[in-house]
């Protein structure tokens, strides 16, 4: 079967990009295996690995998630050993999370493969088309960045149009 006939109508290259980004996936996925961190925990640590000692309420802002979701994410991460929280410096009431020794290992053992995938890819490119793809991921990240904030903003738009005037109740 040829490359086309596998293809739906209208997949091209979101699905090239799905598929790239379900390999590099995979090849993470086992530096996880037996540690019982489902996707949202994952995504907790990854912020921490970018950006240590965040608070709860950074965490939900950058995730999307609910407060309370992410303090029993939180909870879980904190009893496993994967990170903990301490007393801001400077304002007692908040709690920042920051990664323990464990925490930080997986981050390096993640790292360390993401270093060999990019090694792969360049050697097999070429440092030439390597650079060119590197740049159109960018560009095409920044497409679907600008479009998916023009759905949004169309989104609040139409919310807005639904709510009531004061006063009309």
Known sequence: MR??????PGEGIPQTLFSLVWDVER????HFRGTNLH??????????????GLSQVELSDIIGSSEASISNMLKHLVSGGWAERRQDDYDYRISRVYLTDKGAGLRDAIVEE???LDEAVRESLGSTEAQRL???????????????EGEKMERDKTLADQVSPPGEL
């Open 3 to 8: 490359d086309d006939e596998r293809r739906l």
């Open 27 to 30: 090849r993470i996925r086992r």
């Open 39 to 52: 996707w949202g925990l994952r995504r907790i640590l990854q912020q921490l690995w970018l950006e240590d």
């Open 114 to 116: 993401l270093r060999g």
């Open 134 to 148: 590197e740049t159109l991921l960018g560009k095409a990240a920044d497409a679907l960045r600008e479009a998916t």
